[in-house]
């Protein structure tokens, strides 16, 4: 069964406005991490942000934050000003830390974002 | 050189053909991944390897033959592939397995 969705195939954003990436996972582990990449046409998974499950606060870098709701199991991400140069597409990623996981990171198909100027 | 890099970034391969994958990461990491991006598909781990052993093999193809020499480098050997193999090879590492990974830029490989 698919562990990380993300239901926005795609998505237009005007530059400089805020755009929220919607991602739900699924997870009967207590302890996991999730993160968000940002992989743009070049190929490169690039590290955005990271959650852990025990985090009291919202994870924040910069411009991106994530917006952690652990009840309903959501992690979007929230790119705030956006610019040219975010245009990429953005995985959500989930590690469960049960002791045979080995770090494996599982990803969701991902979110085409397009700013526009 | 920084981060981690990735060669060849393209690669064209009939289905007889033997050859390998190289990842390099400067960071000082002590586990390495090698993960497959096929078109509409999500990321898959294909392998794991911490402190230069290998602990996961995520039930890949025995066509694809990993070795890790030492902590900074990772090989991908390829062999008898299938055109379905085609997809972005994607090698990454990581301090310990339970933190963020960072990513090489990938080689695009394509099978004939």
Known sequence: AQKITQTQPGMFVQEKEAVTLDCTYDTSDPSYGLFWYKQPSSGEMIFLIYQGSYDQQNATEGRYSLNFQKARKSANLVISASQLGDSAMYFCAMREDSTDSWGKLQFGAGTQVVVTP | ?112
């Open chain 2, 1 to 112: 050189e920084t981060g981690v890099t990735q060669t060849p970034r393209h690669l064209v391969m009939g289905m007889t053909n033997k050859k390998s994958l190289k990842c390099e990461q400067h960071l000082g990491h002590n586990a390495m991944y090698w993960y497959k991006q096929s078109a509409k598909k999500p990321l898959e781990l294909m392998f794991v390897y911490s402190l230069e052993e290998r602990v996961e093999n995520n039930s890949v193809p025995s066509r694809f033959s990993p070795e890790c020499p030492n902590s900074s480098h990772l090989f991908l050997h390829l062999h008898t592939l299938q055109p379905e193999d085609s997809a972005l090879y994607l090698c990454a590492s990581s301090q310990g397995v339970y933190n963020e990974q960072f990513f090489g830029p990938g080689t695009r490989l394509t099978v004939l």
